[in-house]
């Protein structure tokens, strides 16, 4: 659906998540089946995490950056599912403005951070292959520390950049997303303004942390 010209003045103050099926019997099927999947990724990456934590030879640089990816892993699957799964639950779809833009900010820096620190473990690799005799030094707690909070800093840039150029488009027509969770393209389509310095906003974005 093409953005709407000539705003009748009328902002959208909830947005309608149609979700992944039309069908009313296969709800329950969808909710077991993402309930299912929801708790063996947090058990899993719960799983490395105790690991990695009670093992005093998995404390390396290379499962310190695990370590983090399985946080991030387990932040961005429930800014996502549990959200879609309650209204699974309560058959209930609309979600209030507010509400969707702190999904859309919260995914798009969790998710963020997560490409960046797989840039950090693919230089840590680098390091140990290619430079095995100063690794040590060059990879050290401190570096690390540093290589996190970058990967967090640009991430969260990334995001506030999107989300704050999200709330300058107008939104006053259909309000139905075609997605289970709140995100640009699916927004951009029902904007009634134009969405041509954010879409370029997001191409920029995704082809530097490609």
């Known amino acids: 659906?093409?953005?709407?010209?000539?705003?009748?003045?009328?902002?959208?103050?909830?947005?309608?998540?149609?979700?992944?099926?039309?069908?009313?019997?296969?709800?329950?099927?969808?909710?077991?089946?993402?309930?299912?999947?929801?708790?063996?990724?947090?058990?899993?990456?719960?799983?490395?995490?105790?690991?990695?934590?009670v093992e005093p030879k998995l404390h390396t640089p290379m499962?310190?950056?695990?370590?983090?990816?399985?946080?991030?892993?387990?932040?961005?699957?429930?800014?996502?599912?549990p959200s879609m799964l309650s209204r699974l639950f309560s058959h209930k779809r609309a979600v209030p403005y507010g509400a969707c833009l702190t999904q859309l900010f919260f995914f798009h820096q969790l998710a963020g951070v997560d490409c960046f620190l797989l840039t950090a473990m693919a230089y840590d690799r680098f390091l140990a292959i290619c430079r095995p005799l100063t690794y040590s030094a060059r990879m050290s707690h401190?570096?690390?520390?540093?290589?996190?909070?970058?990967?967090?800093?640009?991430?969260?840039?990334n995001a506030l950049i999107h989300t704050i150029a999200l709330t300058t488009l107008?939104?006053?027509?259909?309000?139905?997303?075609?997605?289970?969770?709140?995100?640009?393209?699916?927004?951009f389509q029902l904007s009634c303004s134009?969405?041509?310095?954010?879409?370029?906003?997001?191409?920029?974005?995704?082809f530097i942390m490609a």
Not at 13 to 23: A, W, Y
Not at 63 to 81: A, M
Request: glycine residues 8%; aromatic residues 12%; negative net charge.
């Open 170 to 187: 107008n939104f006053c027509g259909p309000n139905e997303v075609n997605h289970f969770y709140c995100d640009l393209p699916q927004l």
């Open 142 to 157: 401190s570096v690390q520390w540093i290589l996190v909070a970058v990967s967090w800093a640009c991430a969260l840039t």
């Open 63 to 81: 499962y310190f950056f695990l370590g983090n990816l399985s946080v991030l892993d387990i932040g961005c699957i429930t800014v996502t599912v």
């Open 194 to 206: 134009s969405t041509q310095l954010n879409e370029r906003l997001l191409f920029a974005a995704g």
């Open 1 to 53: 659906m093409q953005p709407k010209s000539g705003a009748n003045g009328t902002a959208v103050t909830e947005f309608i998540l149609l979700g992944l099926v039309d069908t009313p019997e296969l709800l329950p099927l969808v909710f077991v089946l993402f309930l299912f999947a929801y708790l063996l990724t947090v058990g899993g990456n719960l799983s490395i995490l105790a690991a990695i934590l």
